[in-house]
Every structure is written in C-alpha cells, then in structure tokens.
C-alpha cells in the first residue's frame, strides 16, 4: 500500500541549529512530494513541493527539501532554525495526477529560543 | 484570494448523535478532499471528489459517515451516528487538480469535533 513514513515524532532544537526532518514515501512509479506546516491554531499551509524536475526543491521560509528517487526519500532541512519555526511539519505524497494526498504522521518541531 | 471556508469551527455531541460539517473550496477549484485528523496523527483521507464526482472514498466508514458534493461546488460531511472515536479535526481541502495536471491542496481551518 502506499505510505509516507516521517521518523521523527518529536524533535528538539536551539535557535541557530540546522534542521533535517526525515521523510519516506513508499512505491517506485511516479510521485508528487508534499511538505506542509501547521503552526499553532492555524490551518496546513504548503512549505514547498516537487512534481518534477531540479530534485532540490526550495520553499518558503527558508526551507528546501531535496528528492532522492534511489532513497524514497524527500527529507526537509532548513540551515538555522528560528524560534518562529516552532511547528507540526507534515510530509504527503500523491502516486499520480488528481489523485489522493496521502500525509504521514507528522513532526512536532520544538525551538528552545 | 479566498481560502477554503469550513464551519462549524467547534462541535460538541454526545454519541449517537449526528453531526454535519460544512465545505466551501476556492472558487474554481475542481477537487475536493475530506480528512480526518485525530490528535498526534497526520490527517487520513476520508473521501476525494472531483467536481461533483466520488474519485476515492475507500477509507470512508460508509455505515455512519457520508458526504456529497452537490453542483460540484460545496460539500457537506454527515456522520450518523457518532462514536466517541470519531472526536478529531475534520479538515477540507481543495485543488486545482484534474486528471492531467497536478496541484498542491489548499486546507480550511478544520472542524474540530469532541464526542462525550
């Protein structure tokens, strides 16, 4: 079945750290990639995303992300983390045009200020 | 432009009682989604229509859940009768997507929904 697996449930920085946030999709055919955030009490909001081309994606925020096919992989990173960044950060995927998002389980980003 | 517009913001029910959530995606947007976000949990889809069509609604509990899309505008989502497990974040979404393009999904703020 198709998946996104996010390893880190929880993760911890000071501010000025470096942040790479891990993600998995499942399935080898052709995939959109999905970063999300969900700051509190607001709704998802796209970070950044990839349908093709440069597998260095960058988004908003400071944020890029980088697509390795060989890895199933679209880990997200950001160089210096702020304590504004202190959010729930959600990967999906979506196995062809117009069809479903499918998220994994999300990472609560902690900044210690 | 406007977002995706969802109401209530908040619903309190006892179980077994029903409930309805309200949907009003971005205006030209063809495809519309339903998830259910339970606490510590990334949002599940629950049903995907385009336009006024059902593209996928295999997680949708059919025996209590239902949801329609009339005139492939807004949508509403009924759940009859409501367990105590149902409490989560019911959130709406929609795209641009169609069958030849790809697109992000918008998100609404969310319904959230406490069963006692």
């Known amino acids: 079945a198709q998946s996104v697996s996010q390893h880190n449930h929880h993760v911890i920085l000071s501010e000025a750290a470096s942040l790479e946030l891990g993600c998995n999709y499942s399935y080898g055919g052709t995939v959109n990639l999905f970063w999300y955030v969900q700051y509190p009490g607001q709704h998802l909001q796209l970070l950044l995303k990839y349908f093709s081309g440069d597998p260095l994606v960058k988004g908003i925020k400071g944020f890029e992300a980088e697509f390795i096919k060989s890895k199933f992989s679209f880990n997200l990173r950001k160089p210096s983390v702020q304590w504004s960044d202190t959010a729930e950060y959600f990967c999906?995927?979506?196995?062809?045009?117009?069809?479903?998002?499918?998220f994994g389980s999300g990472t609560r980003l902690s900044i210690r200020p | 432009e406007a977002g995706v517009a969802q109401s209530p913001r908040y619903k309190i029910i006892e179980k077994r009682q029903s409930v309805a959530f309200w949907c009003n995606p971005i205006s030209g947007h063809a495809t519309l989604y339903w998830y259910q976000q339970i606490l510590g949990q990334g949002p599940k889809l629950l049903i995907q229509?385009?336009?006024?069509?059902?593209?996928?609604d295999s997680q949708l509990p059919k025996d209590r859940f239902s949801a329609e899309r009339l005139k492939g505008v807004d949508s509403t989502l009924k759940i009859q009768p409501a367990k105590l497990e149902d409490s989560a974040v019911y959130l709406c979404a929609s795209s641009l997507a169609t069958g030849h393009s790809n697109t992000e999904a918008f998100f609404g703020q969310g319904t959230r929904l406490t069963v006692v």
């Open positions: 999906a995927a979506s196995y062809s045009s117009a069809s479903k998002i499918i």
């Open positions: 229509f385009q336009n006024n069509g059902v593209v996928d």
